[in-house]
């Protein structure tokens, strides 16, 4: 009996050892890699929560089943989850919601990523560290006002961005392009500063011109540009 017992024993031990190497292999050739996480920009006018799509792109070998579970943080942590997966379809679009009145404005971070695969021989898990990024800004609003005494025209800007967490809109104070209209082409004139939403100019003109303020987006607010006046 003992050595029936030793006979079955080195039987087993010897078909591990064949069929071992081979399911190594296999487990071993399994790959999954998050390549791209991306969403679109969005713009903020109000103070409701926004849905929006997050998209991924991938390569893998020999991976049956998989899901990523992708982290969504903005300026103030983690806000929530884009969930793709072999499980559903399509499995390379999750949609999403933020509260901007609550998550804030400006540079969105998709990922690091936990990762799941599996095949008919081997389960894994591990973190994808890629990560993609959209931004999320308040709307800006940019208005002119003048006025002339002689040939001396002053140029007065008024510029405003909405800003969800304080539920409306509020003085915001870029770099402001005074500009005026060259045939049919704009001309900056000055650039300044504006200060409690407020930025003003000066100039000699004798002939009526018209003339107009922007500035650019920046990672939090959009651009604007105002309405062209002539004085």
């Known amino acids: 009996m003992k050595f029936l017992k030793r006979a079955l024993v080195a039987s087993f031990a010897a078909l591990a050892l064949s069929v071992g190497p081979a399911v190594s292999a296999e487990a071993a050739s399994m790959s999954f890699d998050v390549t791209k996480l991306s969403a679109t920009n969005m713009v903020i006018s109000n103070d409701n929560c926004k849905y929006f799509t997050v998209y991924l792109k ?7 089943y998989w899901s990523v579970d992708s982290e969504i943080a903005g300026r103030h942590g983690s806000t929530t989850e884009a969930y793709f997966g072999s499980y559903k379809n399509p499995s390379t679009k999750n949609r999403n919601m933020i509260c901007p009145s609550l998550d804030g404005l400006g540079k969105y971070r998709i990922g690091p990523s936990e990762v799941s695969v599996d095949n008919d021989y081997s389960w ?15 709307k800006s609003y940019a208005s002119l006002s003048s006025k002339r005494s002689g040939s001396t025209v002053t140029l007065t800007s008024s510029s405003k961005v909405y800003h969800p967490e304080r539920y409306g809109k509020i003085k915001y104070s870029p770099k402001v392009k005074f500009q005026v209209k060259s045939g049919s082409k704009w001309k900056t004139l000055k650039t300044v500063s504006a200060k409690k939403g407020k930025a003003t100019y000066k100039l000699k003109s004798k002939s009526k011109k018209y003339y107009r303020v922007t500035f650019s987006q920046v990672s939090w607010a959009t651009g604007a540009t105002s309405k062209s006046i002539k004085r």
């Open 58 to 64: 991938y390569k893998k070998d020999n991976v049956g």
């Open 124 to 138: 894994d898990a591990f973190t994808d560290h890629t990560k993609g990024y959209f931004y999320v800004r308040g």
